[in-house]
């Protein structure tokens, strides 16, 4: 029996007739069921009888509602890491500011928990498999595996020069991936879950789907990739994703589920109409992983890919199982990724989890898209942003610091040269780093690099420092990294305005009024400190510079390690006078060397 694609993702005859009886048959008890739990469980009493039913599917749905209640993964549950991943990057180009930009997010907040001293496991790495990655290999000459290796290893020397901190890269190609990714697959089988089907459609082989004939632009073209999609039929295996729309549904009713909040809501309307089952297999393409249960095809790159959260919960060097998922961390704590791929994440994933009895992801978060000057980004437009030169020509912790405090994640954002140079250079060069810097050298100058007092316990900054590390916590934790830097940026801004109100440098010249200057240095150099530390997630290379200058042992030069075993500062440590054990009346200060370079 065939039938016309009628969707991006295809539908046939059987599935439709299926999906139609198991809607209106079984669904309607079980959807009123889970609305049931879902609504009276948060208020309900131990012992109530919602919470002792046996439903596996009203469990899987009360864990999900826990999990999202509880304060964070790291108190309730010690042992097990905070989950942290961004999108696996697909390897059919070079990675560009786009594949930065999440990855820079992720290391932020993967920093700020470790700060909290809470177990972290921050996952990131590359998508390999499909279609598309043959064709690029061709192209270039390679071979498919050779391709990948090529482009995966550049992801990783990005991430390198942008200290990204992760704990562990995946990549699709891997054996251990390929053996998880065989186990899901076949406990969905043996669930019930797949059945093979033939339809014939619009494929686009850049998106790796299907198309919707209603999302295409003229001439039968995708609308992202404006290329002719090909018509094509065959036979496929498909999953039941239409069995779990009402899990879906009320995943996504949850506000905590998705953010941003109008992001949600777009996925929201569109699960509202109805999840069709999607074909989860390809007979022509065999650069993939084998079905188990059919060699003949290969499971399609995006239900492959998002199993490699999974295995990521596994080191290099140990088998992943799926057993232990949970004793891992899983359901991950956030799952950062594009607006363009919010559906796969949002409903594809939880579904496919719950067919084989996983719990949802605790959070998606869907960041926005990068303009340069206002305009879109793209090879064609010949006006694309290379990360690689942007560090070169400045340095990691401008890059990190423009994108995370310049732009509102989760909202679109531009990149210009004269906003970035303007930005650095007013907050990190002039109202942080040249603060630093002039008090160090003020104290060289009159005092042999030498402080006899610590900073005063009362005093308005200290005030104003408890007030804004508490704004910037909160801010971390919701991924606001523009908001974190702006609280901050108001304990420097009023450090300045304190020293030059007090102008220490005039009391500093008459040997009568010289010791009324040092408590005023010691309030610059606390405030700089709590700075240093709660700067940490969003520049830890100056960060750790103007700790070390503030007598924290730190690396040096040179010995600024970018992994997760490297330097990791307390949160506790933005306290005022948290350290007086470092900066005690009488601390002789190193050299001072400057610790933020002006861009020009
Ligand atoms: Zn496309």
Redesign the pocket.
Known sequence: MRRKATSWSPILAYGVSLTGTERWSAAPRTSVQLLGAFLSWRGAPDGCRCRQSGSKNVRWLKASVRQRHQPSGAEARPAQPLVITTPLFYVNAAPHMGSAYPTMACDALARYHRMQGRAVRFITGTDEHGEKIAQAAAAAGRTPQEHCDLVSGEFRALWAKLNISYDRFIRTTSANHAAMVMTFMERVLQRGDIYKASYEGLY????E?Y?DPKELVEDTQ????L?R?EQRAEENYFFRLSRYQAQVEALLANDDFMRPAERRNEVLSWVREGLRDFSVSRAKNPWGIPMPNDASQTIYVWFDALLGYLTALFDEDEPPQLEKVEERGWPAHVHVLGKDITRFHACYWPAMLHSVGLNAPQQLFSHGFLTKDGMKMGKSLGNTLDPHALVDEFNADAVRYYFLRGIEFGRDGDFSRDRFIQIVNAELANSVGNLLNRTLNLLKRHNNLSLPVVAPSAHPLADLTRTCTAEAAAAYEKLDFSGAAEALMRIASEANSFIDHEAPWTKLRNPETKSEAFPVLAVILEAVRVLGVALWPLIPETSERMLRALCYPVAGPGEVASTAAAFVPSWHDTKWNARRDLLQPGVRFRTPEPVFPRLE
């Open positions: 686009c082989t850049g998106c789907e198309k995708c609308p992202l990739h290329k999609c």
